[in-house]
């Protein structure tokens, strides 16, 4: 998926495979299930299939997207996903907190912070002035460009106006 992938006027920021795990893994299991098939063994098929399923079962489901929605920021992450209405947000910014990279919000006042997120404890535990927010280093492309790309959604009611409604 690129950077910003429109789908039907949707705006989606997709998660990058982490490929430098995963092709030396699924070559090994690969060798190992052809060489149980040249040793008779049927279980040589199921290892040989094992990759594929496990490449298509993480890249459609468990791949986490940020989505710009004309409600606000969704955040789709199996088994969770969370919305974040624009009209809350009072500022963004990307920040380090760990050794994570995080596209960060603020809050109006009076906004309880979000649960069940992992930036947002995160951000709280590295003392940083912000109330949740996404892994960027997660995403596929450049954080600054996705923090243009948010902001100036979140700026504009013209822009956000083009946007599909959200759906969870």
Do not use: H
């Not at 919305?83 to 500022?91: D, G, N």
């Not at 963004?92 to 995080?102: D, E, L």
């Amino acid at each position: 998926m690129s950077v910003i992938a429109p789908k039907g006027g949707r705006v989606v920021f997709g998660a990058r495979r982490p490929a430098a795990l995963v092709v030396p893994l699924a070559a090994v299991t690969e060798a190992a299930g052809v060489l149980f098939i040249l040793n008779g063994a049927t279980i040589g098929w199921f290892v040989c299939a094992a990759p594929a399923v496990a490449l298509l079962a993480t890249g459609l489901i468990l791949r986490p997207t940020l989505e710009l929605t004309r409600d606000g920021l969704l955040q789709r992450q199996y088994p969770f996903t969370s919305l974040t209405r624009w009209e809350v947000i009072e500022a963004m910014g990307i920040t380090r907190a760990g050794n994570r990279m995080v596209l960060a919000y603020r809050l109006a006042p009076g906004i309880p912070p979000p649960r069940r997120q992992p930036a947002a404890a995160l951000l709280r535990a590295a003392q940083r002035p912000f109330d949740g927010g996404y892994f960027v280093d997660a995403l596929a492309g450049d954080p600054e460009q996705i923090l243009a790309t948010v902001e100036a959604y979140r700026a504009s009611d013209d822009l956000r106006a083009t946007l599909p409604p959200a759906r969870r």
